[in-house]
């Protein structure tokens, strides 16, 4: 999966690999390419676990509700769902408008930018900032609290079972739970309109969330909603600069943005794969699976699984219904993806609303990371220019 061609071009890949089915990769577990055999994977918990051993996140507890298995699961999602709901994120479109209007308005002018660095990286950062109602000059503390925490790797320059990229996770994981909790006693001390105050005051069947319920769910969308989202900008943007076209579609009528958002994420899948630990020795796809093996299955795959949908070679920005799995399946489906699509609608309306016209400059060949297709640079060379 660190192959370059592939991680630049999985949709080419996706077929050769879903007519071998499921593939047994020896001690390592399985890995998933079908989209029925993923769906069983993501919709049976019981079978499947999500839980991980901490040693391998370098957190002190499972994060919430990502590495938390049903019934407790389903007690977390009822207090945390309604929290992140359609209506709720609504209400987040005007700030959350002012922020990509401010870093597009300082962009605009400009001949070329690194869209990765003067955007996809700042943006939801600066969200997140606001959603827990803390000043956005807090930025540089969240991008390397995040990177220490994701891809260690990339600062120590060594791989990321060395003893040098292990030290760095765990030393970010103890200034990530440092961080949150200051934030939390602050707010415990004086609420705001803030997501954090707003975990410490909900209660649902006299169910509220601890002081580690907080932190930890905290820290989940520290590491995942901010990378997640910055690696499905970076794949949008790459594939409508490389696609005039469907980029002058967005700018001639941007009520299509909703369906491009939907169908990007599909064709694209910036979160590669997603896995699972057998709870007991089992079999799908026709494989065997041993207690304790890592099933891992593809999201890219099966959201072009011809068996799933029609025509999924096909990037339509009009198709109805797009029933793509890039936010996940079943119990543990992505809390936060009514956020992550309200930031990329908006990302893009407010892009192609200043900056219709944009290219990559000749030669440049992407270079992705793995599992979450994101793009270490993604030069852009605006107008005419």
């Not at 071009?9 to 499921?22: D, E, M, S, T, V």
């Not at 707003?198 to 930890?216: K, M, P, W, Y």
């Not at 490389?242 to 064709?267: K, T, Y």
């Not at 699972?276 to 099933?295: L, N, S």
Request: charged residues 25%; hydrophobic residues 40%.
């Amino acid at each position: 999966m660190e192959n370059p061609a592939f991680l630049a071009a999985p949709q080419a890949i996706f077929p050769g690999l879903r007519a071998r089915g499921a593939l047994p990769l020896g001690d390592r577990g399985v890995l998933l390419t079908r989209g029925a055999d993923i769906a069983a994977l993501l919709t049976n918990p019981e079978v499947f676990s999500s839980g991980m051993a901490t040693t391998q996140t370098g957190t002190e507890r499972p994060l919430i509700p990502l590495q938390i298995d049903p019934p407790k699961h389903r007690e977390y999602r009822k207090i945390l769902d309604p929290l992140f709901s359609p209506q709720r994120m609504k209400e987040m479109d005007g700030p959350i408008t002012q922020l990509a209007r401010r870093l597009v308005d300082a962009i605009a002018a400009e001949d070329e930018v690194d869209f990765v660095q003067q955007f996809s990286l700042r943006f939801p950062s600066q969200v997140f900032l606001t959603l827990l109602g803390l000043p956005l000059d807090e930025l540089p503390t969240f991008l390397e609290m995040k990177d220490g925490f994701i891809r260690p790797e990339s600062i120590t320059g060594q791989p990321r079972d060395h003893e040098d990229s292990v030290a760095l996770l765990k030393k970010t994981a103890s200034a990530v739970y440092e961080y949150f909790d200051a934030v939390i006693a602050d707010r415990r001390a004086a609420p705001g309109d803030d997501i954090v105050s707003r975990f410490l005051e909900t209660e649902v069947e006299g169910a509220r969330l601890s002081h580690e319920d907080i932190l930890d769910i905290c820290f989940l969308f520290l590491v995942a909603g901010l990378d997640t989202v910055s690696a499905s900008l970076d794949c949008m943007m790459l594939h409508l600069a490389q696609h005039p076209d469907r980029r002058a579609s967005l700018v001639a009528d941007p009520a299509l943005i909703p369906g491009a958002v939907e169908e990007l994420l599909r064709w694209e899948s910036p979160v590669m794969m997603v896995a699972r630990f057998a709870t007991r020795d089992t079999e799908i796809g026709g494989c065997p699976v041993r207690k304790g093996q890592v099933v891992t299955g593809l999201l890219g795959s099966a959201n072009t699984d011809e068996q799933e949908l029609p025509d999924p070679g096909v990037v339509r920005f009009d198709r109805d219904p797009n029933r793509h799995i890039a936010f996940g399946r079943g119990p543990h489906r992505c809390l936060g993806s009514h956020l992550a699509r309200l930031e990329l609608r908006i990302a893009l309306r407010e892009w192609h609303a200043r900056i219709p016209d944009y290219r990559v400059p000749d030669g440049f060949e992407p270079g992705f990371t793995t599992t979450i297709r994101s793009l270490t640079t993604l030069p852009l060379r605006l107008g005419g220019r």
